[in-house]
Nanobody, 129 residues
């Protein structure tokens, strides 16, 4: 059974930092373990659609970011036997970064939320001005 569990959200003042983590474990229906998947972070603010934030390939060599977070957020991953932990270091946070942040997994290099089949439950990030 696949599990993605996010942690690290909270309340922070504008200009501050947070580090989100996502622990992925289990084997998918096609018998691949989570450490072989592309991992992504998405966010959804109140009244808005879920949007892409960052992604990283299975080996941790390739990353990409939404323009709104480029230069402020850094995604990384630690692959262990059959598991993965994905981090999102968020610096110079702004009130516009307030949202529920979700971790997601996909076997292919994709960017749209509807292209990711595996999701965590989300963690709330609130940035006060």
């Amino acid at each position: 059974q696949v599990q993605l569990v996010e942690s690290g959200g909270g309340l922070v003042q504008a200009g501050g930092s947070l580090n989100l983590s996502c622990a992925g474990s289990g084997r998918t229906f096609n018998r691949y373990y989570m450490n072989s998947y592309v991992m992504g972070w998405f966010r959804q603010a109140p009244g808005k659609e879920r949007e892409f934030v960052a992604r990283i390939d299975s080996g941790g060599r390739m990353t990409s970011y939404a323009d709104s977070v480029k230069g402020r957020f850094t995604i990384s991953r630690d692959n262990a036997e059959n598991t993965v932990t994905v981090h999102l270091q968020m610096n110079r946070l702004k009130p516009d970064d307030t949202a529920i942040y979700y971790c997601a997994a996909n076997p292919l290099w994709r960017i749209r939320p509807d292209e990711f089949a595996l999701w965590g439950q989300g963690t709330l990030v609130t940035v006060s001005s």
